[in-house]
Protein backbone atom coordinates (compact mmCIF):
# COMPACT_ATOMS: atom_id res chain seq x y z
CA UNK A 1 0.00 0.00 0.00
CA UNK A 2 1.54 3.09 -1.07
CA UNK A 3 2.04 5.71 1.62
CA UNK A 4 -0.13 8.69 1.82
CA UNK A 5 0.80 12.03 1.40
CA UNK A 6 1.46 14.65 3.80
CA UNK A 7 -1.62 17.22 3.95
CA UNK A 8 1.11 19.78 3.26
CA UNK A 9 2.10 18.81 0.13
CA UNK A 10 -1.31 17.64 -1.22
CA UNK A 11 -2.33 21.48 0.08
CA UNK A 12 0.33 23.13 -1.52
CA UNK A 13 -0.26 21.03 -5.15
CA UNK A 14 -4.11 22.65 -5.10
CA UNK A 15 -2.06 26.45 -4.39
CA UNK A 16 0.06 25.59 -7.69
CA UNK A 17 -2.97 24.44 -9.59
CA UNK A 18 -4.72 27.90 -8.91
CA UNK A 19 -1.88 29.96 -10.10
CA UNK A 20 -1.72 28.16 -13.16
CA UNK A 21 -5.24 28.74 -13.36
CA UNK A 22 -5.25 32.18 -12.78
CA UNK A 23 -1.86 32.83 -14.81
CA UNK A 24 -3.74 31.33 -17.64
CA UNK A 25 -6.40 33.86 -17.34
CA UNK A 26 -3.89 36.34 -16.55
CA UNK A 27 -2.20 35.70 -20.36
CA UNK A 28 -5.50 35.54 -21.84
CA UNK A 29 -6.77 38.99 -20.97
CA UNK A 30 -3.46 40.63 -21.63
CA UNK A 31 -3.26 38.97 -25.06
CA UNK A 32 -6.63 40.00 -26.04
CA UNK A 33 -6.94 43.45 -24.48
CA UNK A 34 -8.70 45.95 -24.85
CA UNK A 35 -11.58 43.06 -25.70
CA UNK A 36 -11.18 40.73 -22.40
CA UNK A 37 -11.59 43.63 -20.28
CA UNK A 38 -15.05 42.46 -18.99
CA UNK A 39 -12.65 39.28 -18.15
CA UNK A 40 -10.71 41.63 -15.91
CA UNK A 41 -13.16 40.95 -12.63
CA UNK A 42 -12.12 37.03 -12.88
CA UNK A 43 -8.82 37.81 -11.85
CA UNK A 44 -10.05 38.94 -8.40
CA UNK A 45 -12.01 35.56 -7.78
CA UNK A 46 -8.52 33.80 -8.57
CA UNK A 47 -6.44 36.36 -5.76
CA UNK A 48 -9.45 35.65 -3.46
CA UNK A 49 -9.15 32.04 -3.53
CA UNK A 50 -5.63 32.13 -3.30
CA UNK A 51 -5.88 33.79 -0.07
CA UNK A 52 -8.21 31.25 1.23
CA UNK A 53 -5.67 28.89 0.20
CA UNK A 54 -2.91 30.00 1.84
CA UNK A 55 -5.02 31.07 5.16
CA UNK A 56 -5.86 27.13 5.27
CA UNK A 57 -2.39 26.24 4.60
CA UNK A 58 -1.40 28.83 7.89
CA UNK A 59 -4.12 27.06 10.09
CA UNK A 60 -3.10 24.22 9.47
CA UNK A 61 0.64 25.00 10.33
CA UNK A 62 -0.71 26.28 13.57
CA UNK A 63 -2.06 22.78 14.63
CA UNK A 64 0.19 20.80 13.55
CA UNK A 65 3.44 19.59 16.02
CA UNK A 66 5.37 17.70 12.93
CA UNK A 67 5.94 18.56 9.22
CA UNK A 68 7.13 17.40 6.05
CA UNK A 69 9.73 20.29 5.82
CA UNK A 70 10.46 23.17 8.32
CA UNK A 71 7.30 24.94 8.85
CA UNK A 72 8.94 28.42 8.00
CA UNK A 73 9.65 26.99 4.35
CA UNK A 74 5.75 26.00 3.94
CA UNK A 75 4.85 29.71 5.45
CA UNK A 76 7.13 31.33 3.08
CA UNK A 77 6.11 29.18 0.00
CA UNK A 78 2.77 29.87 0.34
CA UNK A 79 3.35 33.55 0.94
CA UNK A 80 5.40 34.05 -2.15
CA UNK A 81 2.85 31.89 -4.37
CA UNK A 82 0.53 34.08 -3.08
CA UNK A 83 2.22 37.59 -4.09
CA UNK A 84 2.05 35.99 -7.73
CA UNK A 85 -1.65 36.04 -8.19
CA UNK A 86 -1.80 39.11 -6.23
CA UNK A 87 0.32 40.72 -8.94
CA UNK A 88 -1.16 39.45 -11.89
CA UNK A 89 -4.78 40.93 -10.18
CA UNK A 90 -2.80 44.53 -9.39
CA UNK A 91 -1.22 44.65 -13.04
CA UNK A 92 -4.84 43.48 -14.66
CA UNK A 93 -6.84 46.24 -12.38
CA UNK A 94 -4.31 48.54 -13.79
CA UNK A 95 -5.17 48.30 -16.97
CA UNK A 96 -8.98 49.32 -15.92
CA UNK A 97 -8.72 51.89 -13.82
CA UNK A 98 -6.29 53.80 -15.89
CA UNK A 99 -8.60 53.33 -18.86
CA UNK A 100 -6.00 51.55 -21.08
CA UNK A 101 -7.50 51.11 -24.39
CA UNK A 102 -4.36 49.55 -25.59
CA UNK A 103 -2.12 46.91 -25.28
CA UNK A 104 1.95 46.85 -25.99
CA UNK A 105 3.39 43.51 -27.05
CA UNK A 106 6.10 43.18 -24.86
CA UNK A 107 3.46 43.33 -22.22
CA UNK A 108 1.74 40.02 -24.40
CA UNK A 109 5.35 38.50 -24.05
CA UNK A 110 6.11 39.54 -20.14
CA UNK A 111 2.47 37.92 -19.46
CA UNK A 112 2.98 34.87 -21.76
CA UNK A 113 6.56 34.39 -19.85
CA UNK A 114 4.87 34.47 -16.32
CA UNK A 115 2.36 31.40 -17.79
CA UNK A 116 5.28 29.43 -18.06
CA UNK A 117 6.95 30.21 -15.36
CA UNK A 118 4.25 29.19 -13.45
CA UNK A 119 3.86 25.96 -15.47
CA UNK A 120 7.16 25.31 -14.48
CA UNK A 121 6.92 26.44 -10.76
CA UNK A 122 3.84 24.14 -10.55
CA UNK A 123 5.73 21.30 -11.52
CA UNK A 124 8.22 21.83 -9.20
CA UNK A 125 5.66 21.85 -6.27
CA UNK A 126 4.38 18.74 -7.77
CA UNK A 127 7.90 17.22 -7.59
CA UNK A 128 8.37 18.67 -3.57
CA UNK A 129 7.35 15.25 -1.82
CA UNK A 130 10.12 13.83 -3.31
CA UNK A 131 12.42 16.52 -3.24
CA UNK A 132 15.67 13.92 -1.85
CA UNK A 133 15.59 11.91 -4.58
CA UNK A 134 13.65 13.46 -7.61
CA UNK A 135 16.39 14.94 -9.67
CA UNK A 136 14.48 16.91 -12.34
CA UNK A 137 12.97 18.89 -9.51
CA UNK A 138 16.09 21.06 -9.47
CA UNK A 139 15.95 21.46 -13.36
CA UNK A 140 12.66 22.71 -13.62
CA UNK A 141 12.87 25.35 -10.28
CA UNK A 142 16.10 26.55 -12.34
CA UNK A 143 14.15 26.87 -15.31
CA UNK A 144 11.94 29.11 -13.46
CA UNK A 145 15.16 31.27 -13.25
CA UNK A 146 16.37 31.45 -17.00
CA UNK A 147 12.42 32.36 -17.91
CA UNK A 148 12.39 35.19 -15.04
CA UNK A 149 16.19 36.23 -16.60
CA UNK A 150 14.52 36.34 -20.20
CA UNK A 151 11.98 38.32 -18.95
CA UNK A 152 14.13 40.80 -17.36
CA UNK A 153 15.15 40.96 -21.17
CA UNK A 154 11.85 41.84 -22.45
CA UNK A 155 11.14 44.56 -19.67
CA UNK A 156 13.78 46.46 -20.53
CA UNK A 157 13.76 46.57 -24.22
CA UNK A 158 9.74 47.46 -23.56
CA UNK A 159 10.90 50.09 -21.51
CA UNK A 160 13.65 51.54 -24.40
CA UNK A 161 10.88 51.53 -26.78
CA UNK A 162 8.07 53.05 -24.42
CA UNK A 163 10.47 56.01 -24.12
CA UNK A 164 11.71 56.27 -27.94
CA UNK A 165 7.97 56.00 -28.99
CA UNK A 166 6.41 57.83 -26.56
CA UNK A 167 6.62 61.73 -25.33
CA UNK A 168 6.24 61.91 -21.82
CA UNK A 169 2.70 62.51 -19.85
CA UNK A 170 0.24 59.93 -18.45
CA UNK A 171 0.58 57.08 -21.15
CA UNK A 172 4.39 56.71 -20.18
CA UNK A 173 4.10 57.04 -16.05
CA UNK A 174 1.28 54.41 -16.95
CA UNK A 175 2.86 51.74 -18.58
CA UNK A 176 6.06 52.52 -16.93
CA UNK A 177 3.48 51.19 -13.52
CA UNK A 178 2.01 48.65 -15.71
CA UNK A 179 5.52 46.96 -16.81
CA UNK A 180 6.99 47.08 -13.00
CA UNK A 181 3.80 45.21 -11.74
CA UNK A 182 4.44 42.43 -14.39
CA UNK A 183 8.25 42.27 -13.81
CA UNK A 184 7.33 42.12 -10.01
CA UNK A 185 5.56 39.61 -10.46
CA UNK A 186 7.90 37.57 -12.51
CA UNK A 187 10.32 38.14 -9.60
CA UNK A 188 7.55 36.71 -7.17
CA UNK A 189 7.48 33.70 -8.85
CA UNK A 190 11.44 32.89 -9.30
CA UNK A 191 11.39 33.88 -5.27
CA UNK A 192 8.78 31.21 -4.88
CA UNK A 193 11.25 28.28 -6.48
CA UNK A 194 13.93 29.91 -4.61
CA UNK A 195 12.50 28.70 -1.35
CA UNK A 196 12.51 25.35 -3.33
CA UNK A 197 15.82 25.52 -4.67
CA UNK A 198 17.50 26.03 -0.68
CA UNK A 199 15.09 23.45 0.39
CA UNK A 200 16.93 20.89 -1.75
CA UNK A 201 20.53 22.37 -0.81
CA UNK A 202 19.67 22.26 2.51
CA UNK A 203 18.91 18.57 2.40
CA UNK A 204 22.07 17.99 0.30
Known sequence: MPKREDVFFTMLKQLADQLVEASEEYASIMRDFPQSVARIPRMKV?????????????????????????????????????????????????????????MRPEAVE??????????????????????????????????????????????????RRLFAEEEGGKEVVTWLRIFDRMENCLNAIDKAAGVVRSVVMKSA
Open 46 to 102: HETTTDEQVAEIHKKLYTSFITPIEREDISDLALRMDDVVDLMEVVCMRLDLFGMDS
Open 110 to 159: MAELTHRAVVELCEVIYRLPRYKKDDELMHHAITVSRIEDGADRVYQNAL
